[in-house]
């Protein structure tokens, strides 16, 4: 027998006992209601409200193991057949692709803009719209990923009430995928919630049927292996919300321990708490870190020769392009690989850094990209970009285009290219 | 700040050092591989070897929140579509009838026999297969539920050798739910695992596709607010396993905390550890006061007018069976509610005990049914017994049937019944 001792602050024990007091039982064996103990509902909506200025109800909530399956769960109800289309965002973390294709139905694509910071026109949703009706698709829901997933960029406000009024207009179901709403980079943005526009422009409850998802996953608390997340479900009507709960209640319930965390995520330390100090000093440092390894990034992929890359303002990716070398997309092509694929396998296999191709997410045809995290440890970045930059600048000596007049005519048909 | 002792036996101090040196970075809040941590993954197959005496692998187990996830998975990859047919019990847990309907297939019931205590007869399955088929459905898989949900019984060896065979014959995977494994409450019956009994009749990996689902959720340890869970998936070629693995990366992985339960409850204190014989105590503790409270209610629900009740040999519930009165049947028609769910809620009403009519598991026509757990503690069970006796009685002294001759014209048609 072995005697371990722990300290803890005085409001995270008041905290865990008030936990306790909320779950029947006051233990996290048992399952809970299918939505989620509902005394951590209330919490979260009260975190919701505090953040928004904005009622929010904890009946509205529905706590998942992770926010996928609560992505899942909306396709679920969404998707009758190949007929229903979901508009979604390229590129787009491919959650959304494959739940879609597990639920039967149709991807509508529409296109973020590179141009300009990865923006989201409507007159592009609109045309994908148009076209996908055209094709005898019903289009259900718009799902929109701010900050952006794999693309980094936050949108602006004015934006995003553009995006409400077109959903509004086109009777869609407005799917916000919100999970990384602590994780801003840059001075003039911040985050909105999609119900706190909704709600700032006059709609209530009744106007938009609107879906947040918010996960423990992303932040500046990362507890990915927690499972732990929500969803904030407005404006259905009563027998929609009875069929959402009869969906949630097949798996009984979410893991009670990501419960916990999501209530806690929602309500973090306040003024005045003993652990606040603390609390704020190690959340600062993570986000502020995250902002400099996101800049530091960025700064070194536009120094080099055939990269371009938008600035990371939230979330926790860049999304640079690369602009190969023809002779580099010729040999990507003997090799049976996408070109950014290609490009990623030779950087792992030189250099032991793993990006994710572009062509993973959906790119605009005829561009090539990759998604890298910034969530190497701060200290690593220096040594991960002098690697990396290496392996480029080889790579471009390697592919580099030469002009027609100077190639010699052999070079060029072994190479498959230009 | 605030200092809190905990003590711990070595072996449980152990334990923690050797789980969190098998995940990568010695934390649970990171992602873990999609099938679970390999090292967890490992040791569930060193604890299934052990259990069955056959060989297991971890590269054959997938961690999930719970069994559910594991079942939704395994249908989302059988059903193409409603011609594809999956066999469930009847009474079946309704998580397969949800899980067939929400992924468009078609549910094959076959009938588990009362008579001879909830019997699977093969002759009975092989009669819904014909069946099925002759309608145009391929059949793909069978559901057994063993210890049975709702129904109680556990499969004799002889009888599982003939279920294997004749999955083997129709060319059907085998979905074994085996959550109760550790919920048997009869000297006479003992588990089998079907990859055991498989195994013993000589079966190889080559010859069989077949799926064994577990869970944290029952047996001695019921924690089933940690949502952990696993299955083992054996006989499917190189090709299915990859289409398997993909389904599971959609969600990323199954919540850490869960996946250590898992490897936990298969691998239980051994002797010579230092908390071997409190575990052995406690363990045996939990499953003879099951046992217990089965044989009492067993006893009770048959000590009654117009219910009997086959034993519960194993799992955590008794299925009795109600004999309703004509003049019940009718009130409950009247009432617009099946006749046992009518029944249920008149003893809530009466008694505030809470049972799940027959009606929501399936069952034969024109019999009726309540699932009734053995959960309740234990010292409770004797006054549950005495307010479940007293409702009944009164029950049926309102609506027992009189014979023709002497019932008063008026009262039989107001009945509404016979």
């Known amino acids: 027998m072995l005697i371990y001792m722990f300290s803890y602050s005085s409001d995270a024990i008041e905290r865990a006992w008030q936990i306790l007091e909320k779950i029947p039982g006051r233990a996290t064996g048992a399952y809970s209601h299918s939505q989620g103990v509902k005394g951590l509902r209330d919490e979260i909506a009260a975190g919701i409200a505090a953040r928004d200025g904005f009622h929010a109800s904890g009946d509205n909530i529905f706590l998942t193991d992770g926010a996928s399956p609560a992505v899942h ?20 973390y491919p959650l959304y692709s494959a739940s879609i294709a597990l639920h039967g139905g149709s991807f509508v694509p529409y296109f ?14 609109k045309k994908q719209v148009d076209e996908a009706r055209s094709k005898g698709i019903t289009v259900r829901a718009l799902v929109v990923i701010n900050p952006g997933n794999p693309t980094g960029q936050v949108l602006a406000e004015e934006n995003q009430k553009k995006i409400v009024e077109f959903c509004k207009n086109e009777g869609l179901v407005l799917l916000a995928d919100e999970v990384y709403q602590e994780n801003i980079y840059v001075e003039d943005k911040q985050f909105h919630s999609f119900k706190k526009i909704a709600r700032s422009m006059g709609y209530t409850d009744d106007d938009l049927p609107l879906v947040s998802f918010q996960s423990v996953s992303k932040g500046y608390y990362g507890e990915c292996g927690k499972r732990g997340g929500y969803m904030e479900v407005t404006g259905f009507n009563a027998d929609v919300r009875e069929q959402i709960y009869k969906v949630a209640s097949v798996n009984l319930c979410s893991n009670i321990s990501g419960q916990i965390l999501s209530s806690l995520i929602m309500n973090p330390p306040k003024v005045g708490d003993e652990s606040y100090e603390s609390f704020m000093v190690e959340r600062d440092g993570i986000i502020s870190s995250l902002a400099r390894r996101a800049k530091a990034l960025e700064e070194a992929f536009n120094s080099l020769e055939g990269i371009t890359c938008n600035k990371a303002e939230g979330a926790m990716y860049l999304f640079p392009r690369l602009h190969l070398p023809q002779k580099a997309i010729g040999a990507a092509q003997a090799a049976g690989a996408a070109p950014d694929a290609y490009y ?26 990759f998604r890298c995290t910034i969530l ?16 480029h600048e080889k790579f471009m000596d390697e592919f580099r285009d030469v002009s027609r007049d100077e190639a010699p005519t052999g070079a060029t048909i072994e190479s498959g290219g230009d």
Chains 1, 2 share one sequence.
């Open 376 to 391: 190497p440890q701060e200290d690593k970045i220096p040594a991960i970009i002098s690697r990396f930059k290496e392996f």
């Open 73 to 92: 769960m909306m396709m679920q109800l969404l998707i009758r057949s190949e007929k229903d289309g979901i508009l979604c965002p390229l590129p787009q």
């Open 344 to 369: 990623a396998l030779r950087l792992l296999q030189a250099t032991g850094i793993v990006v994710v191709p572009g062509s993973g997410f959906g790119q605009a045809p005829g561009t090539y990209h």
């Open 112 to 125: 973020l803009d590179e141009e300009t910071g990865w923006g989201l026109e409507v007159d592009e949703l």
